[in-house]
């Protein structure tokens, strides 16, 4: 199954409990679909310390800031910006102002051990598909955990 132009999102998270790590906000004419996702922790000395995140659905983008992250393509015929690159200053990485979620939205829910690297692939069929909308979006969600730590981020989506 071809999934159109596959782009890579990847970013080093600072963690801070109940903020939004990364967020993906659409454009009119895209609706991304995340096939892909997974953490990595940076601390040099691993503990056995567990962070909880939740990926939703963004309803409205509020007061919404991130670092801004330009996604890579995976195929280097595809354009560079992609078509979700519209939306650069609210798709992007450790935000400093939140967006609100829909709620009950939680798309997947999560618990990230220190000692492992967290990996979810969607199968063929199962991916999480934005609106065609520049005020919505998924948003990764840091709930809180036993400890503080950072993450490395991949997050892999279509167009």
Known sequence: MSL???YAQ??????????TRA??????????????????????TPADNVDEYNVKRISAIGTLAVTSRTPTPMDSADPNPGLIA????????????????????????????MHSVFTWYAPDGGEIVQAASVT?????????GTAVFSDDLTWHYCE
């Open 23 to 44: 967020s993906f906000i659409a454009t009119t004419t895209c609706r991304p679909k995340t096939n892909f996702i997974m953490l990595a922790a940076l601390n040099a």
């Open 86 to 113: 519209g939306g650069a200053a609210l798709t992007g990485i450790n935000a400093t102002g939140e967006p609100t979620y829909t709620a009950s939205s939680e798309l997947l829910w999560f618990s990230h051990n």
């Open 4 to 6: 159109g132009r596959r």
């Open 136 to 144: 919505t979006g998924l948003g990764l969600f840091f709930v809180g």
């Open 10 to 19: 990847t970013g080093q998270l600072t963690s801070a409990a109940s903020t």
